[in-house]
């Protein structure tokens, strides 16, 4: 399992120092890109050189407590599932050991010009697999 470390900052916050829902995907977000970086892969390289790029196609979200104003958060990546063209990720986001939410969120690889669907590079599937629990 994978785990980015992240602040909540001001702008992260709704008037009562609470983070707002949708930013939570952009905590997993940033957290899938630092684990496709630690197995070696950037994604830029892959859409510019490889011409593939990842896209959400679901996202369930599990709320369970909220985040707040300069909290210190955790958020893992798990692969549950590693594809020719789909990726299911289990992330979760903690506060200290306090679970606030998990979710699964499932991704498709596109070919980056056209946008329709393409194999992911199989040195990045192999690596993907390599970290699955």
Not at 24 to 49: H, I, K, P, T
Not at 70 to 92: C, M, N, R, Y
């Amino acid at each position: 399992m994978f785990s980015s470390a992240f602040r909540v900052y001001y702008e992260d916050t709704d008037a009562g120092g609470v983070v707002y829902h949708s930013n939570y995907l952009n905590y997993m977000e940033r957290c899938r890109c630092d684990w496709l970086a630690s197995l070696g892969f950037d994604v830029a390289d892959l859409q510019v050189n490889q011409g593939v790029m990842f896209v959400v196609r679901e996202a369930n979200i599990e709320f369970d407590h909220p985040a707040r104003l300069f909290d210190q958060l955790t958020v893992t990546a798990s692969a549950l599932h590693v594809g020719k063209v789909k990726l299911v990720v289990e992330q979760k986001i903690y506060n200290q050991t306090q679970l606030l939410c998990k979710a699964t969120i499932k991704l498709a690889t596109l070919e980056s010009g056209s946008f329709k669907l393409s194999a992911m590079p199989e040195s990045l599937r192999k690596a993907l697999n390599s970290g699955k629990q």
